[in-house]
T-cell receptor, first 110, second 112 residues
């Protein structure tokens, strides 16, 4: 069974701080996606990474796919209260299903 | 362009009952996936429909079933509800399997 473990599970920080969320697995994924979910809403896709070692930037968010395509990270620079939400990584596994990670709940205080 | 919509928003059922959840996919999308999200966890894949046929299934018992209609809308049916079925049920549509998925707001099911 392919699993994606995210860490930390919870993160509570002050506005302006930097943070990194990790998404790890012992399995290889053909691609990996990052989503953000706010209360009462469905997840919204932030980015898809496909190539091992790939780095993508979305304003203050930097996403990296591990060289072996088993792990990924999301780094947020100068976090803002609007970044608050549940961050989910999701990978396409060997059974061709989208497997979601355990999630990281981020709270940014003003 | 209309996004993914789900109905109802909230639902309360009792153990043993049956429930049907509905999803309208985003215009032009031919693939619909259903997920179950327990409180504080990531979504778990239930199944996917592509052009009206089931195209992959997660580790859910047969009492979870679905349909996709010619207009690509979809239903999720759950029979013999159990307390552990209480969760947020998410529908997502896409152009192709595992391409960018657009999620609806979900249906919150509570089983008493």
């Amino acid at each position: 069974t392919q699993l994606l473990e995210q860490s930390p599970q919870f993160l509570s920080i002050q506005e302006g701080e930097n943070l990194t969320v990790y998404c790890n697995s012992s399995s290889v994924f053909s691609s990996l996606q990052w989503y953000r979910q706010e209360p009462g809403e469905g997840p919204v896709l932030l980015v898809t990474v496909v190539t091992g070692g790939e780095v993508k930037k979305l304003k203050r968010l930097t996403f990296q796919f591990g060289d072996a395509r088993k792990d990924s990270s999301l780094h947020i620079t100068a976090a803002q209260p609007g970044d608050t939400g549940l961050y989910l990584c999701a990978g396409v596994g060997n059974t061709d299903k989208l497997i979601f990670g355990t999630g990281t709940r981020l709270q940014v205080f003003p | 362009e209309t996004g993914v919509t789900q109905s109802p928003t909230h639902l309360i059922k009792t153990r043993g009952q049956q429930v049907t959840l509905r999803c309208s996919s985003q215009s032009g999308h031919n693939t619909v996936s259903w997920y179950q999200q327990a409180l504080g966890q990531g979504p778990q894949f239930i199944f996917q429909y592509y052009r009206e046929e089931e195209n992959g299934r997660g580790n859910f018992p047969p009492r979870f079933s679905g349909l996709q209609f010619p207009n690509y809308s979809s239903e999720l049916n759950v029979n013999a509800l159990e307390l552990d079925d209480s969760a947020l049920y998410l529908c997502a549509s896409s152009l192709r399997r595992h391409n960018e998925q657009f999620f609806g707001p979900g249906t919150r099911l509570t089983v008493l």
